[in-house]
């Protein structure tokens, strides 16, 4: 059996557009507008229309911000749309201010919008191929004030675009491998027999983009495992394998990491730059490094690689993509190493911040990174990378600026076990 993967943005496709929605008592406006979540005119007819854009076979989201401006509290007791017959819509989740999540898909309805309070409905959009390519779906609020029941109404005015992009075929085979500490891989990673690769198993990773002087507001970081309570667990990152050969003198070899592979960090629908895209890496080939066997065993170094991170965000309010919604860029790592990486002072300004779980995103010591040698078969690989523009670069001109043409670097960290397919 094969599984099929669209050969369009590699992962799933986001796009978020914020609009506000102010209710009274006994009538309401809306506002719309592409600079801000505040918008940039007043839309007096009600329903308001929102122009919304797909390709059949992606997923993207929106983001309808409803406010209660009145004197009284707004129980939201059902969610709706009519018109839905291609089945595009759907509703993700609710948040409130503070990001909680007050409402996720499956769960009995009841959410409250204290006065002055606002909440963020985040939509999903997923059209699949369909004979009808141009409509209108309304989504209807239905809310409680006192005894009274009222309804608010957004008709989201569709386009979808049916090309049947190319496939890639990905091989759907189960395996099962050592985990844990079970079966531990030695230091020195001796030659398996042919065919029989070691595996990385990629358990996090954490990418800090360092941008500098006029650009350093652009500075941002990603993470597997950063804003786990606003991102579904379906949506989560998963552990990744990477195979990998060794010989008897310690080179390496590493598989090309390519779409097939699934390796990809999630971000939540409130990330400043991404706003829920999933930013995906791989690489063009594989790529040789080394594991040391006498002077310090277990020394893990792949020098010189190109890594490629890219996400389709799809939201005029990202300063980092291109106009037709992607952020794709290579990048060379000079060398990815379980030691030090050189020294750069510009790892004196990153914010010493913790994933979900309370770890460090980043093993800061001084102006370096520091990794941590295969023992036991647990490694940590770290490196800096700067940022190279080339045909297939797909930016803003403000992050081309920023990130390619000023100074800029990409601190990484891999955490991850070597291991084995079981017999």
Same mark, same amino acid.
């Given at each position: ?5 669209? $050969? ?59 406010? $209660? ?234 020098? $010189? ?57 980043? $093993? ?60």
């Amino acid at each position: 059996m094969t599984q099929l993967r669209k $050969n369009n943005p590699p992962f799933l496709l986001i796009l978020t557009l914020v609009f506000s929605l102010w209710s009274l008592v006994s009538c309401s406006t809306f506002y719309g507008g592409t600079t801000s979540s505040e918008g940039d005119m007043s839309i007096s007819a009600s329903p308001t229309e929102i122009a919304i854009e797909g390709d059949a076979g992606t997923t993207s989201y929106r983001t309808i911000t409803f406010s $209660n401006s009145s004197d009284q509290n707004f129980e939201i007791h059902n969610m709706a749309f009519v018109d839905n017959d291609c089945g595009a819509y759907s509703v993700y989740n609710v948040l409130d201010e503070a990001n909680n999540v007050l409402y996720q898909t499956g769960d009995d309805i009841s959410i409250s919008v204290v006065s002055g309070a606002s909440i963020s409905i985040n939509i999903q959009f997923s059209p699949t191929s369909c004979e009808t390519t141009d409509y209108t779906t309304t989504f209807i609020i239905y809310y409680m004030t006192g005894e009274a029941e009222l309804s608010d109404a957004v008709s989201l005015v569709t386009t979808v675009t049916d090309n049947a992009p190319d496939t890639v075929v990905c091989d759907d085979v189960t395996r099962t491998y050592y985990d844990e500490y079970e079966n531990p891989t030695e230091r020195t990673l001796p030659a398996l027999t042919e065919g029989n690769p070691y595996y990385l198993r990629i358990d996090k990773l954490s990418a800090y983009i360092q941008t500098t002087g006029a650009f350093a507001a652009y500075a941002t970081q990603v993470s597997t495992h950063l804003y786990l309570d606003v991102i579904p667990e379906q949506d989560r990152y998963q552990p990744v394998y990477l195979p990998f050969k060794t010989d008897d003198s310690g080179s390496v070899t590493v598989t090309e990491i390519d779409a097939c592979a699934g390796f990809g960090m999630p971000t939540p629908i409130t990330d400043t730059f991404f706003l829920a895209a999933p930013v995906s890496v791989m690489t063009e080939a594989d790529f040789v490094g080394s594991i040391d066997r006498s002077e310090v065993p277990g020394r893990f170094n792949v020098p $010189n690689i190109i890594l490629r991170m890219s996400s389709y965000i799809n939201n005029s309010n990202s300063l980092l993509q291109s106009t037709e919604g992607y952020f794709d860029v290579n990048i060379n790592v000079a060398s990815l190493t379980s030691g030090e990486t050189e020294s750069n002072d510009f790892l004196l300004d990153v914010p010493a911040d913790t994933d979900d779980n309370g770890e460090p995103l980043l $093993n800061i010591v001084d102006d370096k990174l520091v990794g941590k040698d295969i023992r036991h078969g647990t490694v940590t690989l770290v490196g800096i990378g700067t940022f190279i523009k080339d045909d297939n670069t797909k930016l803003s001109n403000e992050a081309v600026s920023a990130i390619i043409d000023n100074e800029s670097y990409l601190f990484i960290q891999i955490e991850g076990v070597v291991t084995q397919e079981t017999l």
